[in-house]
């Protein structure tokens, strides 16, 4: 047996040895793909196990996340610190090898997979940063930014809606340094895909402008590595490299078979993979040979070290770039970005201005595009919409050195997209579409709450103000479905001067997605001291007070605080004791300390009336089962938003009448 196999049947050994002792698991996917692992990783794949955040490393990408067992095999063999002891907990409790890869709990791994098809995305996402990091930073003779994106992919990545729509946009883009390897095994958990997934493949990425290598035998380490190198010589298109492989290969009884695909093979099937594969080892013990045949720690950091040299002599050629490249993938924000937009935001609170929230956020990209170079925008076929185009803004198709990328109509793959951009470093991606249709993108929004990426995404169109488009376009439960999503930051501002606010957080939370919820109608700018533009930041202030203890609280959000003032007026002006308080990030205020929330909300006023054009139900944790909420309990209609806001009870006197009745 030669020695390559051998290699490979470690990855073997290692996943089935795993899945059986968890008696959970996917041993088949691995076992098929031992083979092009072993060659990408140990001939090509450019990676220091001793560095896992080196900059120009190759980013290789699981999409089919099922397989977890073979990247943590990988991991472990090549020299990354994934002892034998993490294997061995697989699946279990506080492990570092849970059941789908999950970026940020193990080394090396560059992104959490698993819903099938966003992590070919993610792949999509790292091959525009590096290519747009590269026009942006690469000087003649001084090629700092270098480097590939590989992904692996199974039957149901490609079966899955969001690979037509990354793939698509990738052959549009030609991004040449993206190379995909499909996993073509024709099974999945149902068993053989013929009877659901019989498209041609490779005329399909060819009509997406992709390379395509077509059906080499993805168990010869020959093919592959000639698979690999022609992939490599295709400098203008993506690659996909269609592998014929096995499910379970080498499993006497259930190679080929879906039995292979979700579960442990049983105990007597292991001792006879083992036989069949000239495996005559223990579970999980590898020779010493095997290791040290494995390790890429020594070639790893030998690459670390020549890139190392030539980044030196970059930053001897260009200090200013390299100073800003180092800025730029560290995450780091530069200096007194934050003293220029303090003075926009006091600009704007001195000239008061009726304009839609969509438009603030525009008006606020003009200053912050400027200052943050490493902002990189787009939008899903709505850019005049949704107002993210700002006066920088230059398309990577016109300028692969630019900042905007045309998404077309593609909501999930931009959203999955924007969180590889955001995983690759050196960009701080922000997206934008209707917030109705953060629905189309809900798994990868979610995704990037729970990988914590540094994503913001700007949805416009808020509520039953869109209007005319009716029901179908009218966002009404996706604003508190965001604000339930663990790790997510949601504001949804009242004017120019919140949206701004709203900007600034959003850029400098370093720990998860922000989203900003923005409206199509015009909002008035209300009145604020000095002190209360500052707690905007806050999530949640006093916007007006009273003398005293109030007798009444009035809640409210975005487009909806304009008429909770003017309801704040009328009780007031009949003698009672009034505080309106906005609360554009309750997110935000939550995390608050007591004292400043109990300012803000305190316990013992009983009377509360909440005011926001989305499901009323979020809204009782802040009026407490006392209280009343001026919200929607249905979906939207067809109309103008001016005859809507009064058909769904959003008026003054709606609010006064609801006050009243608690008083």
């Given at each position: 047996?030669?020695?390559?196999?051998?290699?490979a049947?470690a990855?073997?050994?290692?996943?089935?040895?795993?899945?059986?002792?968890?008696?959970s698991?996917?041993?088949?996917a691995?076992?098929?793909?031992?083979?092009?692992?072993?060659?990408?990783?140990?001939?090509?794949?450019?990676?220091?196990?001793?560095?896992?955040?080196?900059?120009?490393?190759?980013?290789?990408?699981?999409?089919?996340?099922h397989?977890?067992?073979?990247l943590?095999?990988?991991?472990?063999?090549?020299?990354?610190?994934?002892?034998m002891?993490e294997?061995?907990?697989?699946?279990?409790?506080?492990s570092?090898?849970?059941?789908?890869?999950?970026?940020g709990?193990?080394?090396?791994?560059?992104?959490?997979?698993?819903?099938?098809?966003q992590?070919?995305?993610?792949?999509?996402?790292?091959?525009?940063a590096?290519?747009?990091?590269?026009?942006?930073?690469?000087?003649?003779?001084?090629?700092?930014?270098?480097?590939?994106?590989?992904?692996?992919?199974?039957?149901?990545?490609?079966?899955?809606?969001i690979?037509?729509?990354?793939?698509?946009?990738?052959?549009?883009?030609?991004?040449?340094?993206?190379?995909?390897f499909?996993?073509?095994?024709?099974?999945?958990?149902?068993?053989?895909?013929?009877?659901?997934?019989?498209?041609?493949?490779?005329?399909?990425?060819?009509?997406?402008?992709?390379?395509?290598?077509?059906?080499?035998?993805?168990?010869?380490?020959?093919?592959?590595?000639?698979?690999?190198?022609?992939?490599?010589s295709?400098?203008?298109k993506?690659?996909?490299?269609?592998?014929?492989t096995?499910?379970?290969?080498?499993?006497?009884?259930?190679?080929?078979?879906?039995?292979?695909?979700?579960?442990?093979?049983?105990?007597?099937?292991?001792?006879?993979?083992?036989?069949?594969?000239?495996w005559?080892?223990?579970?999980?013990e590898?020779?010493?040979e095997?290791?040290h045949?494995?390790?890429?720690?020594?070639?790893?950091?030998?690459?670390?070290r020549?890139?190392?040299?030539?980044?030196t002599?970059?930053?001897?050629?260009?200090?200013?770039?390299?100073?800003?490249?180092?800025?730029?993938?560290?995450?780091?924000?530069?200096?007194?970005w934050?003293?220029?937009?303090?003075n926009?935001i006091?600009?704007?609170?001195?000239?008061?201005?009726?304009?839609?929230t969509?438009?603030?956020?525009?008006?606020?990209?003009?200053?912050?595009?400027?200052?943050?170079?490493?902002?990189?925008?787009?939008?899903?076929?709505?850019a005049?919409?949704?107002?993210?185009?700002?006066?920088g803004?230059?398309?990577?198709?016109?300028?692969?050195?630019?900042?905007?990328?045309?998404?077309?109509?593609?909501?999930?793959?931009?959203t999955?997209?924007?969180?590889?951009?955001?995983?690759?470093?050196?960009?701080?991606?922000?997206?934008?579409?209707?917030l109705?249709?953060?629905?189309?993108?809900?798994?990868?929004?979610r995704?990037a709450?729970?990988?914590?990426?540094?994503?913001i995404?700007?949805?416009?169109?808020?509520?039953?103000?869109?209007?005319?488009?009716?029901?179908?376009?009218?966002?009404?439960?996706?604003?508190?479905?965001?604000?339930?999503?663990?790790?997510f930051s949601?504001?949804?501002?009242?004017?120019?001067?919140?949206t701004?606010?709203?900007?600034?957080?959003?850029?400098?939370?370093?720990?998860?997605?922000?989203?900003?919820?923005?409206?199509?109608?015009?909002?008035?700018?209300?009145?604020?001291?000095?002190?209360?533009?500052?707690?905007i930041?806050?999530?949640?202030?006093?916007?007006?007070?009273?003398?005293?203890?109030?007798?009444?609280?009035?809640?409210?959000?975005?487009?909806?605080?304009?008429?909770?003032?003017?309801?704040?007026?009328?009780?007031?002006a009949?003698?009672?004791?009034?505080?309106?308080?906005s609360?554009?990030?309750?997110?935000?205020?939550?995390a608050?300390?007591e004292?400043?929330?109990?300012t803000?909300?305190?316990?013992?006023?009983?009377a509360?009336?909440?005011?926001?054009?989305g499901?009323a139900?979020?809204?009782?944790?802040?009026v407490?089962?006392?209280?009343?909420?001026?919200?929607?309990?249905?979906?939207?209609?067809?109309?103008?938003?001016?005859?809507?806001?009064?058909f769904?009870?959003?008026?003054?006197?709606?609010?006064?009448?609801?006050?009243?009745?608690?008083?």
């Open positions: 047996m030669s020695s390559r196999k051998m290699l049947n990855i073997r050994a290692l996943s089935m040895d795993a899945v059986q002792k968890a008696n698991g996917h041993p088949g691995p076992m098929g793909m031992a083979d092009i692992a072993e060659v990408l990783w140990n001939d090509f794949l450019r990676h220091n196990p001793a560095n896992p955040h080196w900059y120009n490393r190759d980013r290789f990408i699981l999409s089919n996340g397989a977890s067992m073979l943590y095999s990988l991991l472990h063999l090549s020299g990354y610190d994934l002892p002891e294997l061995k907990n697989f699946r279990q409790l506080h570092r090898t849970p059941g789908h890869p999950e970026h709990l193990t080394p090396g791994v560059e992104t959490t997979t698993g819903p099938l098809g992590g070919l995305a993610n792949a999509v996402g790292m091959a525009i590096e290519r747009t990091l590269a026009a942006q930073f690469n000087r003649d003779g001084h090629e700092i930014v270098d480097h590939h994106t590989y992904v692996f992919m199974g039957d149901g990545c490609l079966m899955e809606g690979s037509h729509e990354a793939c698509s946009l990738a052959g549009t883009l030609g991004l040449g340094k993206l190379i995909g499909y996993d073509h095994n024709k099974i999945s958990i149902d068993g053989d895909t013929d009877g659901w997934f019989t498209d041609d493949t490779a005329r399909r990425f060819e009509a997406y402008h992709w390379h395509v290598v077509r059906d080499i035998d993805g168990h010869d380490p020959l093919a592959i590595k000639k698979a690999i190198f022609e992939a490599h295709v400098k203008d993506p690659s996909l490299i269609i592998c014929r096995v499910i379970g290969f080498g499993s006497p009884n259930k190679a080929g078979k879906e039995e292979a695909h979700g579960a442990a093979l049983g105990a007597e099937e292991v001792a006879l993979t083992r036989k069949n594969i000239g005559d080892y223990p579970p999980f590898i020779p010493k095997i290791y045949a494995w390790d890429a720690r020594e070639k790893g950091e030998q690459a670390e020549q890139w190392n040299a030539r980044f002599a970059y930053q001897q050629s260009h200090p200013a770039l390299a100073a800003e490249f180092t800025r730029r993938m560290t995450g780091a924000l530069p200096e007194g934050q003293a220029t937009l303090q926009y006091s600009g704007l609170q001195a000239s008061p201005a009726k304009i839609a969509r438009k603030a956020s525009q008006n606020a990209l003009n200053t912050l595009g400027p200052l943050l170079p490493e902002l990189l925008g787009g939008s899903a076929d709505l005049p919409s949704n107002l993210t185009l700002w006066s803004s230059r398309t990577l198709m016109e300028d692969h050195a630019g900042n905007y990328i045309h998404y077309g109509v593609r909501e999930f793959a931009m999955a997209i924007g969180n590889g951009i955001a995983l690759h470093g050196g960009f701080v991606p922000y997206t934008a579409t209707f109705m249709f953060v629905e189309y993108a809900r798994n990868a929004a995704m709450s729970l990988m914590k990426a540094h994503h995404m700007v949805y416009t169109h808020d509520s039953i103000g869109l209007g005319e488009d009716g029901p179908t376009h009218q966002a009404v439960e996706q604003l508190a479905s965001l604000r339930l999503t663990p790790g949601t504001w949804r501002p009242c004017d120019q001067v919140e701004a606010v709203a900007w600034q957080a959003a850029v400098e939370r370093r720990d998860g997605p922000t989203a900003l919820i923005l409206s199509r109608q015009n909002l008035a700018q209300p009145e604020r001291s000095p002190q209360q533009v500052a707690d930041a806050r999530g949640g202030y006093i916007l007006k007070a009273c003398d005293g203890k109030p007798d009444l609280l009035l809640i409210a959000s975005g487009s909806e605080v304009e008429i909770t003032l003017q309801a704040a007026e009328q009780l007031s009949a003698g009672r004791r009034v505080q309106v308080v609360l554009p990030s309750t997110d935000v205020f939550d608050q300390e004292s400043y929330r109990q803000v909300l305190p316990d013992d006023v009983d509360r009336v909440a005011v926001e054009a499901i139900d979020y809204w009782y944790k802040y407490g089962r006392k209280g009343a909420v001026v919200g929607m309990t249905r979906f939207g209609e067809s109309a103008p938003a001016d005859k809507l806001f009064p769904f009870g959003f008026t003054v006197e709606n609010i006064v009448k609801k006050a009243e009745a608690l008083l």
